[in-house]
């Protein structure tokens, strides 16, 4: 007699939340990036980063626009895998790594849209009086009735204690 099973014949296993952060030079990076690190770990989920380039805007010269290109692909990749040694260290698992080219605000709009697996997008609220930040501000604005998963604004002032107790 075989043991039970969740799995039905032919049912994918169940993939648990992954939970995308948006990489980028602010300080409140570091505190999303620890809230969904925590939040996969409990939750037996994942941790995806999406680094979006924006387009180099030299037409003009061509050779200039791919030299532009390349290097900030090679800086965004530095950036992309220091942070998934953190993502690493904090959750137990090697990130889901995404590199987008783009309008930030769209292309993040379009990698929720293609990756069923992204079930919660998680970013950090900065704290200046300039007010969230101009992803947290577009996406939470017009945009948010077009996305299909909800979004968790991690105040960017948290102590890694305060991330411990509600992650």
Do not use: H
Request: aromatic residues 4%.
């Amino acid at each position: 007699m075989s043991e039970p099973s969740d799995q039905t014949q032919g049912e994918k296993p169940k993939v648990g939340r992954v939970f995308l952060v948006i990489i980028d030079d602010s300080p409140e990076l570091k505190v999303a990036l620890r809230y969904a690190c925590r939040r996969a770990a409990k939750s037996g989920g994942r941790v995806a980063m999406a680094y979006v380039m924006e387009p180099a805007d030299y037409q003009e010269w061509v050779g200039v626009s791919n030299l532009i290109r390349d290097e900030a692909r090679q800086q965004a990749e530095a950036i992309m895998q220091k942070m998934a040694g953190e993502v690493q260290k904090l959750s137990g698992n090697f990130p889901i790594l995404f590199f987008r080219e783009g309008d930030r605000q769209e292309e993040v709009m379009k990698l929720i849209d293609e990756e069923p697996t992204i079930s919660i997008l998680v970013l950090g609220a900065a704290t200046g009086s300039k007010g969230p930040g101009p992803l947290i501000s577009a996406l939470t604005g017009k945009a948010i009735g077009k996305l299909r998963i909800p979004i968790t604004v991690v105040p960017g002032n948290l102590s890694e204690a305060d991330i411990e107790n509600i992650a």
